[in-house]
């Protein structure tokens, strides 16, 4: 018989923490700093305006962008919380989570032969999905030294007359790092000199802690050429409902749309009830939230620089990024080691991208006391080593 | 009242929360140094804004069998003095977990805890309701307590999550 798996899924590597995943499955104590998903359980308001909607019936498909009322929702709060107002009839779709608006942005416009540049360490979908739609992926280093961000010159040094598109997340996952509005601005004028699209994904957006999150569509050269991603999952935490969103200038939009009706044909009824909910009344309780990020943040920042593994601060998302080069380690060695020895899971770096050798992504979306345990059996395991 | 800052606020926030959190780490947390949350802490101490340092305990599992009422008390007030002097009388008690002053049909809210039903029933009758100013009284006996002071008492199994994820 012969092989029926396409060459194009054949070709993406397989998944680098899957190792890490079967093994901390088999330990009953692991201290997980390993996941991307927020430890709370979604607002209480929400979870109980989707129940009763589906008491009440509400079990349906739903118009392919997603229910008018959520459209609306997201346009007033882009417009009133980014500045960046999107017309919920033509520019919005509501999708299943932001991997499939990922997906979907990225297919709407590449096109075989086309190179698209990926702001990396990053979420691990953005190349592989590129690949699928028969791209190029090509990866663009964010460094520790710029906390980070995505400069122009590295942005300069990747453009080749067959670039189309870049991907960027920021606040970013892993390294928690952002781009300020003189962040954009700077790289801005490339992206139109060069006539290229922007893919933002800012489902990190509302955990910023210093100052607001810019969104680059904000900036009027940009918005034309811009597709914005955001979702529920992590600002709400509200990962298991899946829904995200992708906002486009109308064409662009329409593209995606005809890729998502055909995949999806709409994000589920219950979770747009639920995510229409967030908007509505889960401000206080997101705020909360990020407060409480922010608290353990500065625990674990803290905690990991006492203990040798340099970390800059991050100033968005959910992650610290320290590095483990004080040790001799490599980043799956120290990660594998940690695991089996002291039932810590993090995420080894360079899963992420090559950029993100050497380091370790731990995610603060645990409990204040799990983090000060976490931070004592690193301890040890350092010791260990010693 | 003292003036109060952010810092303020959130040491304030995470002592409410867990007063046993480490000096070292509230400090962290608040992004000050370990003396200036000291003094702030010491500040706030002084000032009155934090009165005690307490826990929050569920005496169900604890075994007891102690009973708590919400006592609600109709209560004419006095000239000059409104409600004032009369709550004083009654805070004095050592039975009373707490006393407010309320909006509605009645004026005064206490709760009272005693080690069975009788000793709530003689504890009204014999030294609340014969108080000059009380007018009427009514006492509701607590059956379950689901919640208290922001934790929920209740066991309920974890919600399983992966371990890993991008």
């Known amino acids: ?386 | 009242m003292i003036p109060l800052d952010e810092k303020d606020l959130t040491l304030l926030q995470l002592l409410e929360e867990n007063c046993r959190t480490p000096v070292s780490d509230l400090a962290v947390m608040a992004e000050l140094s370990e003396q200036d949350t000291k003094e702030r802490i010491e500040r706030l101490e002084a000032a009155g804004v934090i009165r005690r340092y307490a826990a929050v305990v569920d005496w169900e599992r604890a075994g007891s069998d102690a009973v708590t009422a919400v006592i609600e008390l109709k209560v004419s007030p006095e000239r000059d003095f409104g409600y004032d002097r009369i709550a004083e009388r009654i805070a004095r008690f050592p039975q009373v977990r707490s006393l407010r002053l309320m909006t509605g049909t009645y004026d005064l809210q206490l709760l009272v805890t005693a080690s069975s039903m009788h000793e709530i029933a003689r504890f009204v009758a014999e030294q609340i309701a014969p108080l000059d100013r009380i007018r009427e009284t009514a006492t509701l006996i607590i059956m379950k307590t689901y919640k208290e002071n922001g934790i929920t008492f209740a066991v309920r199994e974890e919600a399983e999550r992966l371990p890993y994820s991008f």
């Open chain 1, 1 to 386: 018989m012969r092989n029926f798996v396409s060459e194009r899924v054949r070709a993406i590597p397989p998944s680098g923490i899957r190792k890490f995943f079967d093994i901390a499955q088999t330990m009953e104590d692991v201290i997980s700093l390993g996941v991307g998903e927020p430890d709370f359980v979604t607002p209480w308001c929400v979870c109980e305006a989707s129940i009763y909607s589906i008491e009440q019936g509400s079990t349906a498909y739903t118009s392919n962008k997603g229910t008018p009322r959520l459209r609306g929702a997201i346009s007033h709060y882009l417009d009133s919380r980014f500045g960046t107002p999107y017309d919920p009839e033509e520019e919005i779709i509501v999708t299943c989570g932001v991997s499939e608006a990922a997906d979907i942005a990225i297919r709407a416009v590449v096109d075989p032969g086309d190179e698209v540049l990926v702001a990396e360490p990053c979420y691990v979908s953005y190349t592989p999905c590129v690949s699928l739609a028969g791209g190029t992926p090509v990866t663009i280093p964010c460094r520790a030294e710029d906390e980070f961000r995505l400069t122009a010159d590295a942005l300069a040094e990747s453009i080749t007359p067959r670039t189309k598109a870049l991907i960027t997340n920021f606040p970013n996952n892993p390294t928690g790092g952002v781009m300020q509005e003189a962040d954009w601005r700077a790289v801005a004028d490339l992206l139109v000199d060069h006539d290229l699209l922007l893919i933002s994904d800012e489902v990190y957006a509302e955990l910023t802690y210093d100052g607001n999150h810019f969104s680059p569509a904000s900036i009027p050269e940009l918005r034309e050429r811009t597709i914005t991603l955001n979702g529920f999952s992590k600002a709400f935490a509200m990962t298991g409902w899946r829904i995200g969103y992708l906002c486009a200038p109308p064409e662009i939009a329409a593209a995606a749309l005809k890729i998502h009706q055909y995949v999806a044909l709409c994000a589920p009824v219950m979770g747009q009830v639920a995510a229409y909910e967030a908007l509505r009344a889960g401000e206080a309780e997101k705020d909360a939230m990020v407060r409480e990020y922010r608290l353990r943040r500065n625990l674990i920042v803290d905690g990991l620089n006492k203990l040798g593994l340099s970390c800059h601060l991050p100033r968005g998302a959910f992650y610290a990024f320290p590095s483990v080069e004080s040790t001799g380690m490599t980043d799956t060695e120290f990660a594998e080691g940690l695991l089996h020895e002291q039932h810590v899971a993090v995420v080894p770096g360079s899963v992420l991208g090559p950029s993100g050798t050497g380091h370790l992504r731990c995610a603060y979306a645990v409990s204040r006391d799990d983090l000060k345990e976490a931070l004592a059996r690193i301890k040890v395991f350092l010791d260990s080593r010693a």
